[in-house]
């Protein structure tokens, strides 16, 4: 079973649209949550930290549930700039490594 | 200043060659990461490093060798590469190897093997 899973998508949505994402995670001792998004060819770039309460930043909100072991992150208001791969990823903290989803890719079409 | 730097962008190189990737922060992170990513997949962890010293290794192939000279900086040592070997080689660092931080990724070496 993998640590984190996402659906790959695509998803193909229209400028204003709003999408969301999800992501399981396996193991009930993660500790941290964080999206990604990785753009073709370039390096993931942090969007942003998932904290428990939730939390919102501009357009993206992100939440957290801890008894279903999923989080989401919710996008508002699409852009054709927000076409990239979206990467969930957790860590425990012991373990020291961060375990990625394997993305879903979201395409925002005009 | 959230900024890791890799060095080269592209690199190509013969089975037989050995060159060197190289990787900086000062962000003053503590912990050091090499990921491998091939095309539609997530990077996928080849080496951690925890105040300089090497705290992961994820079973990699002895032609991979990690290196890391000071703080600041972290080197990957290739040797006798194989073709699947090609793939974006990423440097990432945190804060700690443990507690809620964030990695930060550099731009990533592009690596071909011919």
């Known amino acids: 079973r993998k640590e984190v899973e996402q659906d790959p998508g695509p998803f193909n949505v229209p400028e204003g649209a709003t999408v969301a994402f999800n992501c399981t995670y396996s193991?009930?001792?993660?500790?941290?949550f964080f999206w990604y998004r990785q753009d073709c060819r370039k390096e993931p770039k942090l969007l942003m930290s998932v904290y428990s309460s939730g939390n919102e930043d501009g357009r993206f909100t992100a939440q957290l549930n801890r008894a279903s072991q999923y989080i989401s992150l919710l996008i508002r208001d699409s852009k054709l700039s927000d076409s990239a791969t979206y990467l969930c990823?957790?860590?425990?903290?012991?373990?020291?490594?961060?375990?990625f989803g394997s993305g879903t890719k979201l395409n925002v079409k005009p | 200043d959230t900024e890791v730097t890799q060095t080269p962008k592209h690199l190509v190189m013969g089975m037989t060659n050995k060159k060197s990737l190289k990787c900086e922060q000062h962000?003053?992170?503590?912990?050091m990461y090499w990921y491998k990513q091939k095309a539609k997949k997530p990077p996928e962890l080849m080496f951690v490093y925890s105040y300089e010293k090497l705290s992961i290794n994820e079973s990699v192939p002895s032609r991979f060798s990690p290196e890391c000279p000071n703080s600041s900086l972290l080197n990957l040592h290739l040797h006798a590469l194989q073709p699947e070997d090609s793939a974006l080689y990423l440097c990432a660092s945190s804060q700690d190897r443990t507690g809620p931080y964030e990695q930060y990724f550099g731009p990533g070496t592009r690596l071909t093997v011919t």
């Open positions: 193991n009930s001792a993660s500790q941290s």
């Open positions: 962000m003053g992170h503590r912990a």
């Open positions: 990823v957790v860590t425990v903290y012991n373990f020291n490594k961060f375990y």
